[in-house]
Every structure is written in C-alpha cells, then in structure tokens.
C-alpha cells in the first residue's frame, strides 16, 4: 500500500505539524503507557500486553489526551518501538518531566546575594607596565653584518 502525502512527509520529518497534530503529543510511548527507559524485551512486552489488554475491555477509560486508542494504535505503536529507527524518533519526540531540584530562580537570588569567595591558592601579582617600562633600558641601535652581498657589489 502507498503511503499518502501526509505520511511521506511525517515518515521525512517526524518532528513537523501536519494538518495540525501535534508529533510530541502522540508517541509510540505514550500510546503504550511505556516509560523510555525501561529495559528489558520480557518488561516491554508485559506492559505492552497490559496496555492491549485494557484497550481492548474498555478503551474510552484510557484515552491519550483525549483520543480513544484502538488495538491498531497500540499494534503500530509496539511495531515502531520494535524498530531502531522508529524507537530512536519516538525517545526523542517524548518530553520527559522536568526532574524536581531546587528553583532556578532562587537560586539566582541566593547567588546574587552571596559574596565572592575568598581566592584558595597564592596571591597573584599584577603587572604596573608603566613601572615596567621604567625599568628596561631604551633599545640600542645595532648593527646587521650581511649575511649575503648583490654580485657585483663589492
């Protein structure tokens, strides 16, 4: 079967808007309930069994923002994750969730406000040029002997 124009282009550029769907909202892991990281063809394969499983009881309790999945989602979902290229495109259009840590800008302010720490190691010295050009002899004038002569011109 030919692919249409529309899945000629997403198959070029995942990453592109067709006819207004979004690509980073619909991945293969999303689609499967699948977490990028996990391992293992045996875990994989258990979650993408679970995910079947519930579509296929009742698939309007679990939709994907607010899109009711059918077995052929989740069948052509685990068929991308099964190849390399299709997996690698779909790790890299999910956003993963930002990983809790301090808020950057507290600690902005809190830098803002902290004084410069005291330097560790040796004191470094500065150079005064002007005291330094007061100190070095003028140049004298010197003489080149002529490594080589013009014929002729003895």
């Known amino acids: 079967m030919e692919p249409t124009a529309s899945e000629g282009a997403a198959r070029e550029n995942p990453w592109a808007w067709q006819a207004g769907r979004n690509p980073y909202r ?3 892991f999303q689609l499967l309930d699948l977490d990028p990281d996990l391992v293992g063809r045996a875990a ?15 698939a309007d309790r679990f939709p994907v923002h607010g899109r ?7 069948n052509a ?19 993963r969730p930002e990983r809790p840590g301090p808020d950057p800008a507290e600690l902005a302010e809190e830098f ?12 470094r010295i500065g150079i005064d040029r002007r005291v330094l050009a007061a ?6 004038p010197r003489e080149f ?3 080589w002569t013009e014929e002729g011109a003895h």
Do not use: C, M, N
């Not at 979902?77 to 956003?95: C, K, Q």
């Not at 100190?135 to 004298?140: E, G, M, W």
């Open 26 to 28: 619909s991945t293969a």
């Open 44 to 58: 994989i394969k258990a979650r993408v069994r679970k995910r079947r499983q519930r579509i296929t009881r009742s």
């Open 68 to 74: 009711v999945l059918g077995p052929a989602d989740v």
């Open 77 to 95: 979902a685990e068929e991308a994750l099964a190849d390399p290229v299709g997996r690698l495109s779909a790790e890299l259009l999910t956003h």
């Open 112 to 123: 803002a406000e902290t004084d410069a720490p005291e330097p560790t190691g040796p004191a």
């Open 135 to 140: 100190l070095v002899p003028p140049p004298a």
């Open 145 to 147: 002997v002529p490594l």
